[in-house]
């Protein structure tokens, strides 16, 4: 299954408080996205943070790598995870066969 993992800093943590550990932070994220652990990895737009998205069989072994990491081992952040499967079906076997699927597909710039 994947497992998308967003951090947040807890609360009155700096860029400063982060920097000594940020080389073992990288280093092990990449490790990780080396074995296939890690599928994706990105900078969090909307705040300062990151998303990770795993590919494992459960939360709880998400949370034992998050655990690992060194930003999560000095403290500084807490983690957040959402789990998910592909749908089973296609969704096109969902629809109503009257449903309009006509091009053109993106009618949003008109």
């Known amino acids: 299954m994947k497992i998308i993992a967003y951090d947040n800093f ?4 700096t860029l400063d408080d982060l920097k000594p550990y940020l080389r073992d932070e990288v280093s ?3 490790r990780l996205w080396k ?6 990895n990105y900078a969090r737009a909307d705040v ?3 998303i ?5 069989d459960s939360v709880e072994e998400a949370r ?3 655990d690992d990491f060194p930003l999560s081992k000095a403290g500084l952040l807490e983690w ?5 499967d592909p749908a089973p079906l296609p969704l096109e076997y969902l629809f109503d066969a009257t449903v309009d699927i006509a091009q ?3 009618r949003t710039a008109a």
């Open 80 to 84: 957040h995870f959402l789990a998910f």
């Open 10 to 13: 807890k609360p009155g943590v």
């Open 35 to 40: 074995a296939g652990i890690v599928r994706e």
């Open 64 to 66: 034992r790598y998050t």
């Open 52 to 56: 990770i998205v795993f590919e494992l």
């Open 28 to 30: 092990n994220v990449w």
């Open 104 to 106: 053109p597909w993106d």
């Open 48 to 50: 300062a943070g990151v």
